[in-house]
């Protein structure tokens, strides 16, 4: 299998099990934000349960392969310091995901329901990430 | 809290399928499924890293017309949304998770999965964001759902 053979199927899993999860209703992830409200627990189930198999995986089988099966090494990510760029991205993401409803992953997997509202939403995504690539272009990082 | 039982196993079903989707990623190339960052990189796209992107993202897309049409009940019927919020929404999930290196999944499924200190505050800070935003917006500014 190739890297590209790897991706197809993980984006097929990955949007099978977001849809069964509910993640793809926007107004269900918005019960789940809504804890003053009628607060709905289920997103906490899905996260739940990919976080424990995620642990589990990563933990006891990872550390017993050299590298990965068809990749040459894991790109394990080892930043540990809190920069102002995460801390101000997720609380930035946070709020566009309280108002809509939506995060990436979901608005995708959307993409062809047919609601028209979700491609509002993905234009605008694209356009969010387009200004990101624009303005790091423009002004490199600075690592202080 | 009035959900039904079903709904809970059905999100933990799902989430485990989430979960096996980003481990396979791991396993078999030892990448990180963060869908903001596979998807970002494209954005602009670049010769010699593109093609796992488009095949990943082919995946998630194709994934989503699959339901459409064996399991329809996944989407809503329909999206009132008005279409200034989700110009705004669209817009601050996509130059935030860019900004932040990752989203839901990145971070919330993945960087915890690995125990992450970044991913951990990211994942506590975009929860309490979220939660704040719909508070304000449902709850002192009425929005209708």
């Known amino acids: 299998m190739s890297h590209r053979g790897v991706a197809f199927i993980t984006g097929l899993i990955f949007a099978i099990g977001l849809g069964i999860s509910g993640m793809t209703q926007p107004t269900k992830v918005r019960d789940f934000l809504d804890i003053s409200g009628a607060w709905d627990p289920s997103l906490a189930f899905v996260m739940g349960g990919a976080v424990t198999v995620y642990l589990l995986v990563f933990h006891l089988i990872i550390p ?3 590298r990965p099966i068809v990749g040459e090494r894991f790109g394990i990510p ?3 310091d809190l920069d102002r760029p995460l ?15 939506l995060c990436p992953g979901p608005a995708l997997t959307s993409a062809l329901s047919g609601l028209t509202p979700i491609l509002v939403f993905l234009a605008a995504m694209v356009g969010g990430m387009a200004l990101h690539s624009l303005k790091t272009h423009l002004m490199p990082i600075k690592r202080d | 809290m009035n959900v039904p039982s079903s709904d809970l196993f059905a999100a933990l079903a799902g989430g485990l399928l989430i979960g096996v989707a980003t481990t396979f990623m791991m396993i078999f190339s030892g990448r990180i499924a963060g869908v903001s960052g596979i998807v970002g990189g494209l954005i602009p796209p670049r010769r010699h890293d593109m093609d796992w992107r488009l095949a990943f993202l082919s995946g998630l897309v194709g994934g989503g017309a699959l339901l459409r049409v064996f399991y329809p009940e996944a989407f809503p019927a329909a999206l009132t ?8 929404a669209g817009l601050l999930v996509g130059y935030g998770a860019r900004l932040g290196n990752g989203c839901t999944s990145g971070h919330g499924v993945c960087g915890i999965g690995r125990m992450s200190r970044r991913s951990l505050v990211a994942t506590a800070v975009f929860l309490s964001t979220g939660m704040l935003t719909v508070f304000v917006h449902r709850h002192l500014l009425g929005a209708a759902s």
């Open chain 1, 78 to 80: 080892s930043r540990r």
């Open chain 1, 87 to 101: 801390l101000l991205g997720s609380a930035l993401f946070g709020v566009g995901w309280g108002l809509g409803g």
């Open chain 2, 81 to 88: 949304t008005p279409t200034a919020t989700l110009v705004a």
């Open chain 1, 64 to 66: 017993r392969l050299d």
